[in-house]
Structures are given as structure tokens and as C-alpha cells.
């Protein structure tokens, strides 16, 4: 009895982030081209150095599709992301109006609704601000049609910038340092990271909707 030995598989999550940015065409073609050069790379070099040869290559394919994004069309991406940003902006404090509007209406019975407030105020505010940038990350992925993730990317960059902005205009307006600051610099961390998350994550899910639909169907 001889036992086969399957051949080494590329790292499948540098596959799946080159997917991410390449469209389904160029998808194709270029992990083909990685995976035929990965199985000659691994017998001469063993499967770890393979690996890392394949993440390397990944890393490049995806900067220079990241470029070849942004060299495309760069003014109708630019107003898409401007689009996310403004949105994203001057809908920062919805999370906290909807929840104030749930308290204000539960208010006659806050003694029979205690929990509901704690709960409402530790894990809703974040639930909500989750779901708002979900939201805008869809829309900004669906506008830009073969971008999506480039495009979240970039709302996520002029987000970050902002913030970084903002926060080192309260410090320097802040002569004596106070504690306040520090309450400040935790809620934007916060705020951000849970857009960051969001935008990412509805870039993705369109991207991998899109590719998915633009599949042809095989019929048996």
C-alpha cells in the first residue's frame, strides 16, 4: 500500500486578500500565475520558504493593484470617497440620538427598565455606531464597482486623518492638560475603531457579493 502525498497549497489567506483587490478576470490569471510558480518554488525551497515567497509576491500584487486602483479614474474615486466621508461625518452622532430617543421613551418606567438602560448604554451605543458604518462602507463598496475595497480603504485613511486632526486640535487647546483630555482621546479611539471595522468589513462583504454574482454558472 503507497501513500500519495498531496502537493503543498499556497497560503489561502494571501489568495483570498488578492481576490480583494483584483476583479474576477485578473483574479484568476494571477493566482494561477502564483500558484504554478509556488509548486516549482516548494520542492527546491521547501513549503516554508514557499510560503513566505508567496506572501511576498501577494504583498507586491496587491500595492501594485492598490496603485493601479487609485491611477483609475482617480477624480470619480475621490468623490466617492469624499461622498463616505461627509456621510460618515455628520452622521457621528446618530448612534447616540437613537439611543437617547429609546431612553426618553422608556423614561415613565426606568425603574422596570434599569437593565435595559445599562444595557442600551454599554453595548447598544457601539452596536449602533457598528451598524452606521456598515452601512456607509456598503454604500461607498456599491458606488465604487470594482473598487470597493480601495474605496473603503481610502474613507478609513481620510477618516483616520480627521481624527488625528481633530484630537491634536482639542490637546493644543487644552493649556493645562486636563483629565478631559484623556476621556476625549478614548471616546475618538473608540468611535474609530468601530468605524474602522465597519467600513472594512462592508467593503469586504460587497467585493466577495460582487465577485460571487459575477461568476458564470455551470450547468451539470
Request: hydrophobic share 55%.
Amino acid at each position: 500500500m503507497t501513500l500519495t502525498v498531496s502537493p503543498p497549497r499556497p497560503p489561502r489567506l494571501a489568495a483570498w486578500l488578492v481576490e480583494l483587490f483584483a476583479s474576477a478576470e485578473q483574479a484568476e490569471s494571477i493566482l494561477g500565475d502564483l500558484h504554478e510558480e509556488f509548486s516549482d518554488v516548494a520542492p527546491k525551497s521547501g513549503v516554508v520558504s514557499a510560503h513566505r515567497w508567496y506572501w511576498r509576491q501577494s504583498v507586491r500584487t496587491i500595492f501594485h493593484l492598490f496603485g493601479a486602483a487609485l491611477r483609475k479614474a482617480p477624480w470619480s474615486l475621490a468623490s466617492i470617497v469624499l461622498v463616505g466621508f461627509l456621510i460618515l461625518w455628520f452622521s457621528a452622532s446618530v448612534p447616540e440620538r437613537v439611543s437617547m430617543a429609546i431612553l426618553r421613551a422608556q423614561r415613565p418606567y426606568s425603574n422596570l427598565h434599569y437593565d435595559f438602560y445599562l444595557w442600551l448604554i454599554n453595548y447598544g451605543v457601539p452596536i449602533a455606531c457598528v451598524v452606521r458604518s456598515l452601512l456607509i462602507g456598503c454604500v461607498v463598496a456599491i458606488l465604487a464597482k470594482g473598487r470597493e475595497v480601495v474605496a473603503t480603504i481610502m474613507v478609513i485613511v481620510v477618516r483616520s486623518a480627521s481624527a488625528a486632526l481633530l484630537l491634536l486640535f482639542v490637546y493644543e487647546i487644552n493649556p493645562y492638560r486636563e483629565p478631559s483630555f484623556a476621556a476625549v482621546f478614548h471616546f475618538f479611539v473608540f468611535r474609530w475603531v468601530l468605524d474602522i471595522i465597519g467600513i472594512l468589513v462592508a467593503g469586504v462583504l460587497v467585493r466577495k457579493l460582487r465577485s460571487v454574482s459575477s461568476r458564470p454558472v455551470t450547468m451539470v
